[in-house]
């Protein structure tokens, strides 16, 4: 474990001189890239100090207990050292965990997409109640939801809504909600009191910054249309929504969630660069998918990944087995507890490739 720290913290400090070179600070794509490695190698290091100290601790214990013949002190030293052993195995543990390779993307923003799917109206409503949850588990978290464009369904919820989130860490944590959610419950619409199976799909991606997708604007189509929906007198009556077509791929992106073209430009434009990303990214999540049974959802959008019946209350994970009985805590954005198994559950396979 030693050698694996000090060879982190070579590359530390590597990474340190890099950031300080004149050449690479004039080069904004490996300088962001740098900064980014400096920040994720820090905890690290850290944790290499703090036990390379522990360690120290630990030898001087054990030589005080070989050369010194003072009761009260040998007593003293005794009492530090089980101490200072405890707290190495608990160090070791952590630090393992630490080591485990990182998705690189998980400290990336998010593009969601949720689309009404089998269920007709049913599922347009899933959903809308699929969003809200996103947003109150997002506010929680103090994060920032930035809507992009939405359809919505005759009978309220949406056909598909796309949206931004924005802070810390957040691909990391929604990146385990991709897949089919399906829905148990007796529709508004029914009059015989039977429950019905609707599903909605959740699509999470990283965003791409600006860095990681090389975007030529003379491949991209820009159309200006009239907002639909509520918002305002002015948006139903300038162009001030945005169409953005990318010929090369025929990828389309929509935005008019903003009274302003040039802002509904910026976010379509987050959204196409994140399109393109993706069609990279699918080929990677597609690899870690084959390894890890909690990212499968994330590598075959059309795998049932979790079911919310509303009968009896339960909410549950397919992929690790997770089921609790609190369903409107849990769509009142209380989804931390499956997140954390999920994470715990990757974790633990990650760990094993790791000794493996």
Request: net charge negative; aromatic share 8%; with cysteine.
């Amino acid at each position: 474990m030693l050698d694996k720290l000090e060879a982190i913290y070579e590359r530390y400090q590597d990474v340190e001189q890099q950031m300080n070179d004149p050449a690479v600070t004039s080069d904004m794509k490996r300088y962001v890239k740098l900064s980014k490695d400096y920040k994720d190698l820090q905890p690290v290091v850290k944790a290499y100090h703090d036990y390379k100290d522990l360690l120290a601790t630990i030898a001087e214990c054990k030589e005080l207990l070989s050369n010194e013949r003072d009761e009260e002190l040998r007593e003293m030293a005794k009492e530090e050292l089980t101490e200072s052993q405890g707290r190495k195995e608990q160090m070791e543990e952590e630090i393992r965990l630490m080591l485990i390779p990182k998705d690189p993307q998980d400290s990336k923003n998010a593009v969601v997409e949720i689309r009404g799917g089998t269920g007709g109206d049913e599922a347009c409503l899933f959903a809308g109640d699929l969003f809200r949850m996103y947003t109150r588990y997002c506010e929680k978290m103090h994060w920032h939801v930035d809507v992009v464009d939405y359809n919505e369904g005759t009978a309220g919820g949406y056909k598909d809504i796309t949206f931004n989130v924005s802070g810390e860490g957040v691909y990391g944590r929604l990146k385990y909600e991709s897949g089919v959610h399906r829905v148990q419950r007796v529709p508004a619409t029914e009059t015989q009191g039977r429950v019905h199976t609707s599903a909605a799909g959740v699509v999470v991606l990283p965003e791409a910054e600006e860095f990681d997708v090389e975007l030529n604007m003379a491949d991209v189509r820009k159309d200006t249309f009239c907002a639909s929906g509520p918002g305002g007198q002015c948006v139903n009556t300038t162009y001030s929504a945005v169409r953005l077509t990318h010929i090369p791929t025929g990828i389309v992106v929509s935005c008019q969630d903003q009274k302003s073209q040039i802002k509904n430009l910026e976010k379509a434009l987050v959204v196409l660069r994140t399109r393109l990303y993706e069609r990279e990214y699918n080929k990677y999540m597609e690899e870690m998918s084959s390894k890890r049974k909690t990212m499968v959802a994330t590598g075959d959008r059309s795998e049932k990944v979790r079911t919310y019946n509303y009968p009896q209350s339960r909410v549950t994970d397919h992929r690790i087995g997770y089921t609790m009985y609190n369903l409107s805590a849990f769509m009142d954005g209380e989804i931390d507890d499956v997140i954390d198994a999920l994470q715990l559950a990757e974790n633990a396979e990650r760990l094993k490739e790791a000794v493996g």
